[in-house]
């Protein structure tokens, strides 16, 4: 059997590649693999975490962030048919599927980005993201995420900073209508 790989050691690793590595793109291949094997092991794993928010349609759950709010690490719970509406992270993204087939709609940005509170999207990729399966985002990466599956769906999700300390934004794909995105970390 592999030796199991624990939520502290995985914090650690973090901290180590982003001390040596500065390229974002470095920084998501070095993270992945890693993320991927601490999203099997599972043995960080607790009850609590399947609780999700009704009204928000998912529940977010810290594991652990720095002082300064980098290298942040959550578990997220996606209720049956629910999901998280367009939007970017203001830093990258490593998700690892922890249970479930969680599916991920990628978007590009069409406009310049100089309109106030105005994007233009359009569909990039489209797909059904299984459990040790990565889903990464460079700084700007846009995306949305649904639980279509009938059972409470589980992912690792690992970003630069916490996403309620980026300035992030969510959008409406057809109204192009962009405001701030905060959510609900319990
Ligand atoms: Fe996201």
């Known amino acids: ?52 928010d009704s009204e928000q349609g998912f529940g977010v759950h810290l594991l652990h962030e720095e002082p300064d709010h980098t290298l942040a690490v959550f578990v997220v719970s996606w209720l049956p048919g629910r999901g998280a509406p367009t939007h970017d992270h203001g830093t990258w993204a490593v998700v690892a599927g922890v249970e479930g087939v969680e599916r991920n709609i990628g978007y590009k940005r069409l ?41 409470i769906t589980l992912s690792l999700h690992t970003y630069g900073k916490h996403f309620n300390h980026t300035n992030r934004s969510q959008f409406d794909p057809e109204t192009n209508e962009k405001k701030d995105f905060i959510v609900k970390v319990e």
């Open 1 to 52: 059997m592999a030796d199991s790989y624990s939520l502290d050691s995985y914090i650690e690793d973090l901290r180590q590649i982003t001390r040596e590595i500065d390229d974002e793109s470095e920084i998501i291949s070095r993270v992945g693999p890693l993320a991927q094997r601490l999203a099997l092991d599972k043995g960080w794993l607790e009850e609590k975490h399947y609780d999700a």
């Open 111 to 151: 406009d310049d980005g100089t309109r106030q509170a105005y994007a233009e999207l359009a569909v990039k990729h489209d797909h059904n993201a299984a459990e040790g399966e990565l889903v990464c985002m460079k700084t700007g990466g846009i995306h949305s995420v649904h639980n279509e599956t009938g059972q």
